[in-house]
Structure formats: structure tokens, C-alpha cells
């Protein structure tokens, strides 16, 4: 109920936003996103950093090709904002609304569930974008993209990439998502120790 409370606004605010003007809605609604994961997703916030790691070097690779896009014009130091925000964004609703519901009978059975949906999540991710929402790269124009799906107009090591980020996220979150990496344990730790120290 708390979340719904706290999620549902920020989703109206962002929806409204985003009908007037993309990029301000994309960029606000990850920015709410990431704020509001502190308050009501505090025990899976860790995977942040392997999120924008993976995410932030990834497009500092690629970031000739992520120069611009038809309708997203805000940029960083020659990078669109675009990609900088939605990359790790897209990473850590992966996360909180699908990964979290995968169960394994061992952490490598995980790994490939997590891999195998975000596989298919991502293509389906590039299909609205593209074919709906009209998101395209400036430079994807020399590419043909896949056939009758019309997506990843992009080098073939770009659209790896793609894929690659998300198998290598999974990977993290199969891992390593276990309560001592949560910020609960993480503070209690912390929290024991100072008090110990003090006596």
C-alpha cells in the first residue's frame, strides 16, 4: 500500500510529462525512479552500482554513436542525456518488478532465467521505442536494423552490447543478491559495530 502510494503519483506526474514533452518526462521519471528506490526499495539499492557501472562505461564506450537522437536533444559533454539516464534505469526495473520473482534451483540456473527475459524484454523494449515511440538514433540511419521486427539499427557490436550489459547485470543480481549485500544489513552492521566501539 505504501508503495503504491508513493509509486502512483510519481507515475502520474511522469505520464503527463511525458505527453508534453519526451525528453523531460523520460529524464524525470528516472530521476523519480532513482530517488524514490531509496524510500521503498531500500533492501535492493546495492545493485545500483553495478547498474550504472555497467551502464555508464558501456555508453562512455559507445559514445560516438549515442551523440543524438531524433527527438532527444539534451546531451553531456557530447553524449546524450538520453542513454546516460535510461540504461541504468532500465537495468533496475528490471530488477524490482521481474528479476526479484525468478526463483532457481541454483544461482546459475538464475543467471540464465534473468538472461534469457532481459533478452527478451530488451528487443521488446527496442521495438516500442522504435516502431511507437519513434526513438531513433541519428547515426542508426546507415543501418537496417533486424528484419520484419525493424529494431537495432546499430553495429552488430553495438547490438551485443545491448544484450551483453543486461546477461552481465543478471549475472550480479544472481550472485550476489543476498541479504548482506541489502542496506538493512548493511546499517545494522554498521550500527553494531559503532555501538561496540563506543563501550
Not at 66 to 93: C, D, E, Q, R
Not at 99 to 123: A, E, H, M, P, T
Request: charged fraction near 10%; glycine fraction near 6%.
Amino acid at each position: 500500500m505504501k508503495k503504491a502510494l508513493i509509486w502512483g503519483p510519481a507515475a502520474l506526474i511522469s505520464a503527463v510529462t511525458f505527453y508534453f514533452d519526451r525528453e523531460s518526462g523520460v529524464l524525470l521519471v528516472t530521476s523519480l525512479i532513482f530517488i524514490l528506490s531509496f524510500i521503498t526499495e531500500r533492501d535492493k539499492i546495492w545493485a545500483w552500482i553495478p547498474a550504472l557501472t555497467i551502464s555508464w562505461l558501456w555508453v562512455y564506450t559507445a559514445k560516438g554513436i549515442y551523440s543524438g537522437y531524433n527527438i532527444f536533444k539534451y546531451s553531456f559533454y557530447g553524449i546524450s542525456l538520453f542513454p546516460i539516464a535510461a540504461w541504468p534505469t532500465l537495468l533496475m526495473v528490471m530488477y524490482f518488478l521481474i528479476l526479484v520473482r525468478i526463483n532457481g534451483s541454483s544461482r546459475w540456473r538464475r543467471w540464465l532465467k534473468f538472461s534469457i527475459i532481459y533478452s527478451i524484454c530488451i528487443i521488446l523494449f527496442e521495438y516500442v521505442g522504435y516502431n511507437f515511440i519513434g526513438v531513433h538514433l541519428n547515426s542508426g540511419t546507415v543501418y537496417a536494423g533486424w528484419p520484419i521486427l525493424n529494431v537495432f539499427h546499430c553495429p552488430w557490436w553495438m547490438q551485443a552490447a545491448y544484450f551483453l550489459n543486461g546477461i552481465i547485470f543478471s549475472g550480479f543480481i544472481a550472485f550476489f543478491s543476498d541479504r548482506k549485500l541489502t542496506w538493512k544489513y548493511i546499517s545494522q552492521q554498521l550500527r553494531q559495530k559503532f555501538s561496540t566501539a563506543a563501550d
